[in-house]
């Protein structure tokens, strides 16, 4: 029997189009910006380019898998990842 990965926590899966999503709320500009900044870092880095909407105290990030089809392993440590960019206080 194969089990499927967790998704990271506080993140919502989503079936149709199959995606994890999630919004990050922020005090302020500058922190978003410096989220939307690492964020860019690491799609460079991992080739996967989540559809992003934000403005001055939010950011909705939503990670679809590296294949274009299923929640992937890629996705779910995209996802883990981005976690790693949001600042303790803010999480």
Known sequence: MTTQPLRPEGWTEVERPSSLHRRFEFAAYPEARAFLDGLAGL?????????????????????????????????????????????????
């Open 43 to 91: 799609s460079q880095e991992t080739g996967l380019f989540p559809d992003l909407s934000f403005s001055r105290t939010y950011v909705n990030v939503t990670v679809y898998g590296s294949d274009g089809d299923a929640v992937d392993a890629a996705a779910r440590e995209f996802a883990a990842r981005a976690e790693a960019l949001v600042p303790v206080e803010v999480a």
